[in-house]
């Protein structure tokens, strides 16, 4: 019987992959604003997060780690420029509010385990198979895992804020593998972006599972993807894994 080629290492993203918080941004800073004595609609703090977030990634990319900023600091920018997109205009007002905000996102009681994660993180390591984090977050994160019962399951969690690149740079990809002490060929990446996992992780070789929930496929997704490295949710993964291992030549 002809022998195949085995995945010996599965990255993985975080957010939306593994993890996704309990309520909505634009809920989370509304309850913290009322507790300060602001009333603000969810509704425009969420918009206004998704504004600034994206204005201050794209003015210091990487939590701004090479502008000199903390990932702190700029956290607590994106917190102080989404109250005020929203229209609150007291800087005061809003400084101990950031402060808390992000405190609690440090919280393992903000986020919860997506479902089939768990299940899933433990056939894998029955497969035998290692496992580590790859994740654009910041130095939080693995106080969160631990919080949740999670952290255990990786060898080690490299975000962009330690590796100094955020995803899909493949540098933040070569490091993990060379922290894992593999080749790209036997190593496979599970995310939900098809821009920063996806494709970042098959740009340095590797294999790449995209989870996309069960909502319909983006046409550039559906056009781009094989539908056998599409993952409705994370329980089609061994599954996949076995098809993906199948179809794999013997080095």
């Not at 905000?101 to 299940?119: H, I, K, N």
């Not at 990809?173 to 970042?200: I, M, N, T, W």
């Amino acid at each position: 019987m002809a022998s195949r080629l085995q995945i010996r290492l599965m990255t993985w993203d975080v957010k939306d992959t593994l993890l996704r918080l309990r309520q909505p941004v634009g809920e989370e800073y509304a309850t913290k604003a009322r507790a300060h004595g602001l009333q603000v609609e969810p509704a425009a703090l969420g918009q206004a997060f998704r504004q600034a977030y994206k204005a201050q990634s794209h003015s210091f990319p990487n939590y701004g780690l090479s502008c000199g900023l903390t990932s702190r600091q700029w956290w607590l920018d994106v917190v102080r420029q989404t109250f005020y997109l929203a229209g609150v205009r007291d800087v005061q007002a809003v400084a101990p509010i950031a402060d808390q905000l992000y405190e609690d996102f440090s919280s393992p009681c903000t986020w919860q385990v997506m479902e089939g994660a768990r299940t899933t993180l433990m056939q894998c390591h029955k497969r035998g198979l290692r496992m580590a984090v790859v994740s654009n977050f910041d130095r939080r994160l693995d106080g969160i895992l631990v919080g949740l019962g999670l952290r255990e399951h990786f060898d080690f969690v490299l975000t962009s804020e330690a590796a100094g690149w955020p995803k899909p740079d493949p540098r933040i990809f070569h490091k993990a593998l060379q922290l894992a002490h593999v080749e790209p060929a036997v190593a496979a990446h599970v995310g939900d972006s098809y821009r920063c996992d996806y494709q970042g992780a098959q740009a340095v070789g590797m294999h790449s599972f995209l989870v996309t929930g069960p909502e319909p496929l983006d046409p550039v997704v559906k056009n781009s993807v094989p539908k056998e490295h599409i993952l409705p949710s994370l329980s089609h993964l061994l599954p996949a894994l076995d098809h993906l291992e199948g179809s794999l030549p013997a080095p």
